[in-house]
């Protein structure tokens, strides 16, 4: 069955950066949309950045100004710069991509900020 695979996550002290990247085990449907969630322990999933095909991009307050999605084609890969890392930002993140037959996810990767 294919899945999304993220990498990137890891330990990195405030102020930090890293960068995410999430692409398929095989062949999918072209996605009508990308998405980026997240996931802090005791809380619910929450959407962090969208990415539609069209171009348009959204996030959520939080990370606004600090975060930048986008798509490499040719790799078929969706990417999450995340700068200016703060210690409310660790969670484990999760891809989406949303197509016509429905949406895939991946199982997450782990980024945690601390000093």
């Known amino acids: 069955q294919v899945q999304l695979v993220e990498s990137g996550g890891g330990l990195v002290q405030p102020g930090g950066s890293l960068r995410l990247s999430c692409a398929p085990s095989g062949t999918i449907f072209s996605p009508s949309a990308m998405h980026w969630y997240r996931q802090a322990p005791g809380n619910q999933r929450e959407l962090v950045a969208t990415l539609t095909t069209s171009g348009s991009t959204n996030y959520a307050d939080s990370v606004k100004g600090r975060f930048t999605i986008s798509r490499d084609n040719a790799k078929n890969t969706v990417y999450l710069q995340m700068n200016n890392l703060k210690p409310e930002d660790t969670a484990v993140y999760y891809c989406?991509?949303?197509?016509?037959?429905?949406?895939?996810w991946g199982q997450g990767t782990q980024v945690t900020v601390s000093s």
């Open positions: 989406n991509w949303a197509t016509r037959i429905g949406g895939y």
